[in-house]
């Protein structure tokens, strides 16, 4: 399949698990990508993935998703790069887990600050050029603990709840410039994120049940599962689909 030739993508936190994913599943399809993060070893890592030929249609830029300058920076010169931008995937995040009677405020804003503010920060600098296109579409990463509970990560559900309503208020907002905006739910999916979940040595792992993947023995979703799932709803074959999300949770919520 090719349904990403000639269209211009922005892809964030590309440089490892399921950013990386996106940006090698769109490459494959044919995109002109910018794969962005604030991790340059990790990028270096997406471009070794990407075959010769793909890498001529790749560049990768340094970005800080909560920092405004770097958005502003990161934003311009791959709208430069490309020519323009068709979409837009915000799939940059981090996760910080402990007991929230205890959560330092400073974690607790430096997780909203990526996940959430940096959400906002790159979308809004992109909107401009997404809405030149009139068919413009922005992908968001929410997460089943926006929907379902979960202990000891508060911060973390509590900024991807935020970015839920985020993508529903643009997707009405802007619906008339023929822009799309769409939330993936990720559900357990095997990347460093749970790899490095660094829940409390006391956490209650009864209360940890609900999420059958992250449970020793269970099954992890992949980053290629999540790809797919963006690839098709970024393109056209997802023309008719915004304002709303898509599960990609091995059944986690049902
Ligand atoms: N893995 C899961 O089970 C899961 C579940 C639900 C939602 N998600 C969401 O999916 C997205 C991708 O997560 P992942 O599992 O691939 O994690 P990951 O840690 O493998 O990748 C996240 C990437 O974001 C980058 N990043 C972190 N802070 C950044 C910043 N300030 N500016 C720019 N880049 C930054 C990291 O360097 C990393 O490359 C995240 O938004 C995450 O919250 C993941």
């Not at 993935?49 to 800080?64: C, M």
């Not at 579409?137 to 603990?145: A, G, H």
């Not at 008339?176 to 829940?199: E, F, M, S, W, Y």
Request: proline share 3%; no cysteine.
């Amino acid at each position: 399949m090719r349904r990403y030739d000639g269209r211009r993508v922005l892809v964030t936190g590309a440089g490892s698990g399921i950013g990386q994913g996106i940006a090698l599943r769109l490459l494959s399809e044919g995109a002109q990508l910018v794969a962005a993060d604030i991790n340059d070893e990790g990028l270096k890592t997406t471009i070794e993935a990407a075959t010769e030929e793909q890498r001529a249609r790749l560049h990768t830029l340094t970005l800080d998703v909560a920092d405004p300058e770097s958005v502003s920076a990161t934003v311009s010169a791959a709208v430069e790069f490309l020519g323009g931008l068709d979409v837009l995937v915000n799939a940059a995040g981090i996760m910080r887990a402990g007991h929230t009677h205890e959560l330092p405020l400073d974690v607790w804003n430096k997780v909203l600050a990526v996940n959430l503010t940096g959400t906002f920060l790159v979308t809004q600098q992109a909107l401009p050029h997404l809405i030149e296109t009139q068919r413009g579409v922005v992908v968001n990463f929410s997460s089943t603990s926006a929907f379902g509970s979960v202990p000891y990560m508060s911060a973390y559900a509590a900024s991807k709840a935020g970015v839920n309503a985020f993508t529903h208020a643009i997707a009405l907002e802007y619906v008339k410039q023929g822009l799309r905006a769409v939330n993936i739910v990720p559900g357990g999916i095997g990347t460093g994120l749970t790899a490095g979940l660094d829940l409390p040595a006391d956490a209650d792992w009864s209360l940890l049940a609900r999420l059958p993947g992250w449970i020793e023995g269970g099954m992890l979703g992949k980053p290629e599962d999540v790809a797919g799932a963006v690839a098709m709803v970024a393109s056209d074959d997802g023309r008719y689909i915004t304002g709303t999300e898509i599960r990609v949770d091995g059944g986690a919520l049902m």
